[in-house]
């Protein structure tokens, strides 16, 4: 029987990447995303099908869930993929876009996962698949607010695993470095505030800095991948660094002091800066 996946953020992106490595794999592909109405190259895919969802939309979760379910006859594994972008000085942010990085990045994912929780809780079988960031255990300047989400994700999965173990059910992240995808320049929303120029110097150089490693970074497939390898490896691993860059340094986070890990992170954020 064909395994079936429901991926969120599946317009773009590495969620776009995901639904095609599963379809191409043979699972049945739940490619979910809120404007399904603008999708026309996916619907021809093999075992894709297309539903309309919001991860801050509680009804249309539970509508999506009991469609795919209802179309598919069961759902194996979920990817909460679905995310926004939010960087910048913090104290220039707004109250919006504090709210909409958190009831995205966070509460969409929990409200995903607390609505399959049933269905997996039923068949004592499932797999959650988060996929966070190398930032969810590290930090750069400028992304206080995507960190803060991305770290809530990674401990909150971490204490999840342990809860739903004993019924069968395995969480995992997925925790990629840079990837070339829009998250650095269409979904990207940049605080902007013309009445703070007190960071000005500092925000120009670092935001420089951090869009540069944009440029030679991989593209989503590799994060497919390593999406698909989760979905299929059999084992309780909780963890999966995608790419050199993330790996090097979340080991380097690991093994380091603070005072030595920090300096190299400022060497290359704040290259160029001089307060």
Known sequence: MKKTILITGTSSGIGRAAVKTFSQNGWNVAATMRNPEKETEMTSWQS??????????????QLAIQTIITDFGNIDV??????YGAVGIFEKATDAQIRKQFDTNVFGCMNIIRAILPHFRNKKAGIIINVTSM????????????HGTKWAME????SLAFELKPLGITVKCI???????DFYNRSQDLFKNNSITDYDKYEQI?????????ANAPGPDVVAKTIYKAATDNSKKLRY???????TLLLLRRI?????YFAIVKSVVEKGYKA
Not at 78 to 83: E, F, L, V
Not at 155 to 158: H, L, N, T, V
Not at 256 to 260: D, Q, T
């Open 48 to 61: 894709v099908k297309i539903y309309k969802l919001d991860v801050t939309n509680e009804d249309s979760i």
């Open 78 to 83: 979920i990817c909460n993929n679905a995310g």
């Open 135 to 146: 930032g969810g255990l590290i930090t750069f300047p400028l992304y206080s607010l995507y």
């Open 155 to 158: 401990g909150f999965s971490e």
């Open 175 to 181: 925790e990629p470095g840079a990837i070339k995808t």
């Open 206 to 214: 670092t935001f420089k800095n951090t869009q540069d490693a944009e």
């Open 241 to 247: 660094p995608v790419g050199a860059q993330s790996a």
């Open 256 to 260: 380091l002091p603070n005072s030595i």
